[in-house]
């Protein structure tokens, strides 16, 4: 599923500030759907021929972040659509984004006594990563622009991602006291090495070419080249010729070597370490800039976060996508329920409520946490109706 580029990458510096990007896609609170909620009228647009049909995602200004009205209605339509067209491409609205994420401002806007919602949202979400994944048809992301956590889940797990010079990827959720999730367990693990650990636990961002390079997207165009292949694609193809008319559209870059190549050595071996404490320790004998600036990235996380990431990690790398996003589901439950720690809450607080940027983490150090305390965030959900009981696999 992932393509096998013999080489890693890590941009020099990041393209924009974590909070820059999550404050784009805040959002009010009455736009969104709750299980009980009616749908929002026009956040995802549908067309379709007897060949084909294409999935908006239309809320531009805050940058196709996804909420549950959106989730509902693509995989209601994802799952018709697979019965009667030959294949389906998915794009956002706008100029800066795919699709950013998730509503996390949503999904923790209540106690988390009283917060049933988010536990849907993140549920409902993840039936649907687990939908792309195992689609019959051809799935083709177009992920022009920012492309970040549950944006990600839309795409990664598709057949075809297509990126473009203006493609911003990353996996930001340890920095809001979240783990990344929407299959992260599953493709990070996946990747180059230990390019995907590195990601994840650190949110870094790839751009352009990178994010074909490092194994995300399948295919490489210039946006200003994608609106004749969209023509194409939407006007002479079908199944039997798909492949081949996005082959002829795409580069395969061979001319632009990976960012992150100079520094595969270092992030594989510092992050092999079998803890995250091992890791730090690595990073701080490396002495290096880039080991210093890691060192420095990995403090503003949640502690709490960067363990249960390794942990999800080490046990997504030999499950399959279904095992993993019902692993997911229990700790966004966890999350949620603030089982152990109201981190996530407080990271979206500090990111994009109140954005001082001062996330008070609890528990403060690695050292606070206990295995027992990692354990409770893995384990079954009370209720068993929140749980994912079934997931069907890649059809043949």
Known sequence: MFSQVKAIILLPKQPKPLQEIFKLHKRKMSSAATATEPEVPDDVLFESTDVFGVATLNRPKALNALNLSMVTKLTRKLEEWEKTKQFVIVKGAGEKAFCAGGDVRYATALEPSQNSRGKTFFRNEYIMNNLIGTYSIPYIALIDGITMGGGVGISVHGHYRIATEKTLFAMPETAIGLFPDVGGSYFLPRLIGKLGLYLGLSGHQLK?????????????????????????????????????????????????????????????????????????????????????????????????????????????????????????????????????????????????????????????????????????????????????????????
């Open 208 to 396: 352009g070419s990178d994010v074909m390079k490092a194994g995300i997207a399948t295919h490489y165009i210039e946006s200003s080249k994608l609106p004749k292949l969209y023509e194409e694609l939407t006007n002479s193809t079908t199944a039997d010729n798909l492949d081949s008319v996005i082959t002829k559209h795409t580069d395969l870059m061979h001319s632009h070597p990976f960012s992150l190549l100079p520094l595969r050595s270092k992030i594989d071996h510092c992050f092999s370490g079998n803890t995250i404490e091992e890791i730090v320790q690595r990073l701080k004998e490396d002495k290096s800039d880039w080991a210093n600036n890691t060192l420095e990235n990995l403090k503003k996380m949640s502690p709490l976060s960067l363990k249960i990431t390794k942990r999800a990690n080490d046990f997504g790398s030999k499950q399959s996508l279904q095992d993993c996003l019902k692993m997911e589901n229990r700790l966004a439950a966890a999350a949620i329920e603030a089982r152990v720690s109201k981190d996530f809450y407080e990271g979206v607080r500090a990111l994009l409520v109140d954005k001082d940027k001062n996330p008070k983490w609890n528990p403060k150090t690695l050292e606070e946490i206990s295995d027992d305390t990692v354990n409770k965030c893995f384990g079954p959900l009370e209720h068993i109706e929140e749980e994912i009981s079934y997931l069907r696999s890649r059809k043949k």
